[in-house]
């Protein structure tokens, strides 16, 4: 069975920064894409940031580039978001999601639980 | 505001057929697949639908999906109170280089 446990979440100030966590089971981590996706309190649900299990490619939304950064250990069957200078607009829970395959184009086919992430001073 | 777009609500009776679209652009829906998310109140979203029309085991046959060009639709047939829910489209953007959603439906069963 495919489990993603989110963890790492919390409060956080601006111009701070914080590590978000997924631990991945039941399926080969190694292999497969994997991505961050966030939703504001109230709103819909916005992709953040994708890796691929094929090359290590990363991709990211505009309103996070340069900012985030996602990585992954395969040893520990662990994805990572690392979360820096964040702002308001970024509070929001954030969901680890597996994709099918290894692609980036991969649809979405498991969700962790989510982490609420709260930028405020 | 999303780059692919959904009626923000939608409703019906139980046993009613209800359709939720999702409009994209060509570089995402008219040229990549459509995959339907569903998430249940205070729950993270769950596959409803991929590749524009494949049921995850599990899902009912009530739930079917389309697409025609740069748009695409989810069809709920015989509805039930547990399908209750907000609804989401995702596509691939070749031109973002990245996922785009639509802004999500709300469906009640009145």
């Known amino acids: 069975e495919v489990r993603l446990v989110d963890s790492g979440g919390g409060l956080i100030q601006p111009g701070g920064s914080l590590r978000l966590s997924c631990a991945a089971s039941?399926?080969?981590?190694?292999?497969?894409?994997m991505t961050w996706v966030r939703q504001a309190p109230g709103k819909g649900l916005e992709w953040v940031s994708s890796?691929?299990?094929?090359?290590?490619?990363?991709y990211y939304a505009d309103s996070v580039r340069g900012r985030f950064t996602i990585s992954r250990d395969d040893s520990k069957n662990t994805l990572y978001l690392q979360i820096n200078s964040p702002r308001a607009e970024d509070t929001a829970v954030y969901y680890c999601?597996?994709?099918?395959?290894?692609?980036?184009?991969?649809?979405?086919?498991?969700w962790g639980q989510g982490t609420l992430v709260t930028v405020s001073s | 505001q999303s780059i692919l777009t959904q009626p923000p609500s939608a409703s019906g009776a139980p046993g009613q057929r209800v359709t939720i679209s999702c409009s994209g652009s060509?570089?995402?829906?008219?040229?990549?697949?459509v995959h339907w998310y569903q998430q249940l109140p205070e729950t993270a979203p769950e596959l409803l639908l991929y590749?524009?029309?494949q049921r995850p085991s599990g899902v009912p046959d009530r739930f079917s999906g389309s697409k025609s060009g740069t748009s695409a639709s989810l069809a709920i047939s015989g509805l039930q109170s547990e399908d209750e829910a907000d609804y989401y489209c995702?596509?691939?953007?070749?031109?973002?280089?990245?996922?785009?959603f639509g802004g999500g439906t709300k469906l009640t069963v009145l």
């Open positions: 995702a596509a691939w953007d070749d031109s973002l280089n990245g996922w785009v």
């Open positions: 999601v597996k994709q099918s395959a290894g692609s980036r184009w991969n649809y979405f086919d498991h």
């Open positions: 039941g399926f080969t981590f190694r292999s497969y894409a």
């Open positions: 060509s570089s995402n829906i008219g040229t990549n697949t």
């Open positions: 590749s524009n029309n």
């Open positions: 890796l691929t299990g094929i090359d290590d490619s990363t």
